[in-house]
């Protein structure tokens, strides 16, 4: 077997420049036959054998330095002369072409001396060919041009910002080379050119916005923004790299948005109280896109939103107010129409501008939160001394009940109640608005005045939804207590029809009800008529055969009597409550009885005596004479049955002077806010076990106050009482640290 000739460092390195010429000829458009395959394995097989011989004669580190060599003396005696004698956007031609000639020069010798890469490189670790070929370029020619390279390339993008046609393929090659020289890395691009690009755009737009501001209107403004911001996007996507974008656009928003913010959303005829006022959607939803990107841009909007609006619920307000004030020497339904049209009022101005919420601004919580702040005058202040909660709650007992103020269709009675729901979102004491609903709720029930069991059943469910099981639990347990009552009213009937020998004498009917479920109303110990006592006790032996170990308590308050009264005209039919009755009753075995015997004798305290006697003697219909004959009742007054007393109708509803609950209501309130609390505190307890002071406050406001803002000293009070229940007690070594008691 012969041995292989050695090759000798001059011998080989000649043989390669031959092959290293013919590729420079072929790169600078010289005549020149491409490479062989034949040629390609001549040169690969000289390198890999003079890497491959025995020391002294592998000259493996003398061809890597070779190899940078040929880069270093070909860019030194071609690529940059002819780099230096072009400018602007021919240098940027040449400076593509020389880019893109290099990477092909760095891929074919990279092949020719593969053998290197895969032993002598790997083995030294030493920078790999590729590599070595590519920073042979950075160092001399990038490092040369970049500066002039970046300007003429700022220059490019200022002319087409003016509106010139430019070569944005040219751009986009040139910019890749910024890219592609970092090897990976992005700081040649973003040292060298996005940081004075971004800083150039910045003083454009500055000097852009200064002008368009005190020419331009907001929406104007606005287009032209939204335009160069468009533009700018665009300019991205076809030549500067995908990372710029975000910093570009921020240079520009900051300049055209948030440099002249206030200016431009407070402009006198065209800012955003002049579009809210001449309902200008377009631009409003521009207005928000726009300022969405720019940092607490929507903050200032929401704001101005917040500004526009609440002037208007102000208004309304005040109007209301001042309405109240001239109705007070008026009749109640007059007032109660006020009222009625108030809340409508209120409505209507929610539904103006809930669509600007919903559409303009995207559903967006600031502006929700901003309509919210907006109404709270009404929601939280209320009117002439109704609370908002109160009003709401009778403005839907308006539309619910029959014969009431609103004459409306389903559909509209639906649409109503979904936005009374919204506007009792708003409310800061829920509560309060629950307790004077089911007190109306339960007037409906109790007298058959609902209008449709179908609406109230809607509300109801509306109301679960927007707040929660608890917050209409009692209301749906009223509801299914009716259903229940009227089934029981069934049996009765059936019971008295079985049972021949049993009879309650007249015509009874009972409404039994659920403790728990109903507000609470007064009981005493109505002394009945012995009529009515016979039909108490005949109810209570058939309630006794139905269900056992329940105690039925008789809420005579609620009680309504159809009696006849003969009077010397006619005899007529009244309509009067159960204590109306018992006392007109009295009169039966009485011609005249002072104030204090029919006090003694219904066994009732005074004001309720004092609202009775004032219905049947003061009142529209007078069935009693009242001795003296003034306008109120004191105990020294007499009183007669009123035998001439007449009516064209023979069929008259005598009705007790309306009692004012608000004051009830709000104890109720109170109560259920305790319980509430109570419930809030051992939910947290149970759950940590051990928890300071200030925690258990923090998290028991947080838990409560979707529904009211509870009270700090409240909640110290139900901490307290739970420590006295022995739910929770303090740590002995820490006053202020509280641990549950399973």
């Known amino acids: 077997m012969n041995k292989q000739k050695i090759i000798y460092l001059n011998q080989g390195w000649d043989f390669m420049q031959k092959g290293i010429t013919k590729l420079k000829n072929i790169l600078e458009g010289l005549p020149e036959p491409q490479f062989s395959s034949e040629d390609y394995m001549m040169l690969y097989v000289t390198i890999y054998r003079m890497c491959t011989q025995k020391p002294p004669h592998d000259y493996s580190q003398q061809l890597y330095d070779k190899y940078r060599e040929s880069f270093e003396e070909y860019i030194t005696s071609t690529v940059l002369p002819s780099l230096r004698e072009k400018h602007d956007e021919f240098m940027l031609r040449e400076l593509v072409r020389r880019w893109s000639n290099h990477k092909i020069m760095v891929r074919w010798l990279s092949r020719f001396f593969h053998h290197l890469d895969r032993y002598f490189i790997a083995r030294q670790t030493l920078p790999p060919l590729y590599d070595v070929g590519l920073a042979c370029f950075r160092d001399l020619v990038y490092r040369e041009v970049n500066g002039k390279v970046r300007d003429a390339v700022i220059f490019l993008i200022y002319q087409e910002r003016e509106g010139r046609q430019i070569d944005r393929a040219l751009l986009k090659n040139v910019l890749d080379i910024f890219v592609e020289i970092g090897m990976g890395q992005m700081e040649y691009y973003e040292n060298d050119f996005e940081s004075s690009m971004l800083k150039d755009t910045a003083a454009y737009y500055s000097s852009k916005a200064s002008n368009w501001i005190l020419e331009d209107s907001c929406p104007d403004y606005m287009l032209k923004a939204e335009e160069c911001l468009k533009r700018e996007k665009d300019r991205v996507s076809h030549y500067l790299h995908v990372s710029s974008e975000q910093k570009l656009l921020e240079e520009v928003q900051h300049e055209l948005l948030s440099v002249y913010a206030t200016q431009l959303l407070e402009k006198e005829c065209s800012g955003c109280h002049a579009l809210l006022r001449d309902d200008k959607v377009d631009d409003l939803s521009r207005m928000y896109r726009l300022f969405s990107k720019i940092p607490r841009g929507l903050d200032r909007v929401s704001s101005m939103f917040k500004q526009h609006v609440a002037p208007e619920v102000t208004t309304l307000v005040k109007q209301a107010e001042d309405a109240a004030s001239n109705k007070k020497a008026e009749k109640r339904d007059m007032v109660g129409l006020q009222e009625q049209v108030f809340i409508r009022k209120v409505i209507e101005l929610h539904d103006k501008y809930l669509p600007y919420v919903n559409d303009c601004f995207n559903n967006h919580t600031l502006f929700h939160k901003a ?356 739910y929770l007690e303090r740590d002995k070594g820490n006053a202020n640290l509280f641990r549950y008691l399973a």
């Open 371 to 726: 309509l919210k702040e907006a109404f709270e005058i009404f929601c939280n202040k209320g009117v002439s001394g109704s609370s908002s909660a109160e009003l709401l709650a009778t403005f839907c007992d308006n539309i619910l009940k029959k014969g009431g103020i609103e004459k409306l269709s389903d559909e509209a009675i639906e649409d109503t109640l979904e936005k009374v729901v919204k506007l009792v979102a708003y409310i800061s004491d829920k509560y309060l608005f629950a307790e004077f609903y089911r007190r109306k709720l339960a007037w409906r029930l109790l007298l058959d005045k609902s209008a449709n069991d179908e609406h109230e059943r809607s509300i109801l469910t509306k109301l679960k939804q927007q707040f929660g099981g608890q917050f209409t639990s009692k209301m749906k347990g009223m509801v299914t207590d009716l259903t229940l009552a009227k089934e029981n009213q069934s049996f009765f009937k059936e019971y008295l029809s079985n049972n021949s020998n049993v009879s309650p004498g007249i015509g009874l009917t009972v409404t039994v009800l659920t403790t728990g479920f109903w507000p609470s109303y007064k009981s005493f110990d109505l002394n009945l008529p012995a009529e009515m006592v016979k039909c108490v006790e005949v109810f209570r032996e058939f309630y006794q055969t139905k269900i056992k170990h329940k105690n039925l308590k008789w809420i005579y308050s609620l009680g309504t009597c159809n009696i006849n009264g003969k009077f010397e005209a006619k005899t007529m039919e009244l309509i009067v409550t159960t204590y109306q009755a018992s006392a007109l009753l009295l009169f039966n075995s009485s011609d005249r009885l002072s104030y204090q015997e029919i006090m003694s004798q219904l066994n009732l305290p005074d004001n309720d005596v004092v609202r009775l006697l004032h219905s049947l003697s003061c009142a529209k219909y007078k069935i009693l004479i009242k001795e003296p004959n003034t306008k109120t009742i004191s105990p020294s007054d007499y009183f007669e049955f009123n035998s001439k007393f007449t009516d064209k109708m023979r069929r008259i509803k005598i009705s007790l002077p309306p009692v004012d609950e608000k004051k009830k209501v709000i104890e109720e309130v109170d109560m259920d806010r305790r319980y509430a609390i109570d419930a809030s505190i051992v939910r947290i307890m149970k759950s940590r076990k051990v928890l300071g002071y200030q925690q258990l406050v923090m998290e028991c406001v947080e838990q409560l106050g979707h529904m009211f803002k509870p009270d700090v000293k409240a909640i110290k009070k139900r901490i307290e009482d739970l420590i006295t229940r022995e």
